[in-house]
């Protein structure tokens, strides 16, 4: 099944998006987990990936910076946040695709396989459902032996860390989609999807709550979940 055809916008509020990139520099301490995330992912030329969610493009810059031989691909929904990213893309000369739409079965068979995915700061703002329909087509988007890496809250470890997470995110961005995460949906979700090794790398304590890294790896080559 493909994600849900309603999303909601990279700051909760529409109006809020012209703030993003902003914010979340200064909310999510971008500075420090987004590099970190960029070498676990290891982007080499020849590599096909897509990052799920890409608003603004600042991941799909930095992959292409670090590998400008890789084919990296961007997809969203929202109008708004790729014209941002197309126009930043232009201005620094990164040579990156950007497609308007869900990551569904047909984004896949246009644009796959790949040999890593990437989705940062997205799932926490999807339904339950939709996450393991995002999860689900991230392993079938996947080469044999590829990759999933994953950059968003999570268990929040320590009461500072709880009640940042509950102050900023959860009032932003509601409270149901965002406290399965808080529960530690994902790595069970992983799992579900298929993935093998769901491992959590790296733990980000923020100003809107702490940050994990994830990476989970496609194993089997036979039946699909
Ligand atoms: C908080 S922003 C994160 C943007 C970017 N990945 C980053 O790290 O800065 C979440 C983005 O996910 C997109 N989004 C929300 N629901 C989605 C879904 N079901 N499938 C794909 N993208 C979705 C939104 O349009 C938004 O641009």
Request: proline share 7%; with cysteine.
């Amino acid at each position: 099944m493909s994600a849900r055809p309603t999303y909601t916008p990279a700051l909760g509020l529409r109006v809020l998006t012209p703030f993003y990139d902003a914010a979340i520099a200064a909310f999510t301490r971008a500075r420090t987990w987004r590099p970190h995330l960029v070498r676990q992912i290891a982007p080499q030329g020849g590599m096909r990936i897509v990052d799920i969610g890409c608003g603004t493009g600042t991941l799909t810059r930095a992959l292409k910076r670090a590998a400008p031989g890789a084919t990296v691909i961007g997809v969203d929904p929202d109008a708004q946040v790729l014209a941002k990213a197309r126009l930043r893309a232009i201005a620094a000369g990164a040579e990156v695709t950007y497609v308007k739409g869900f990551f569904d079965d047909d984004f896949i068979a246009a644009h796959g396989p790949f040999a890593a995915v990437t989705i940062s700061l997205v799932l926490h703002q999807v339904p339950l459902e939709g996450k393991a329909a995002i999860l689900r087509s991230a392993f079938r988007s996947l080469a044999p032996s590829g990759r999933l890496h994953i950059a968003d809250y999570g268990v929040q470890p320590g009461r500072l860390m709880r009640f940042a997470f509950r102050n900023t995110v959860q009032r932003i961005d509601g409270f149901e989609d965002t406290e399965h995460n808080a529960r530690g949906v994902l790595p069970d979700l992983m799992h579900e999807a298929g993935f093998d090794n769901v491992k959590e790398t790296a733990l980000f304590p923020t100003p809107s709550g702490a940050i994990t890294l994830f990476q989970a790896e496609k194993h089997i080559t036979g039946e699909l979940p």
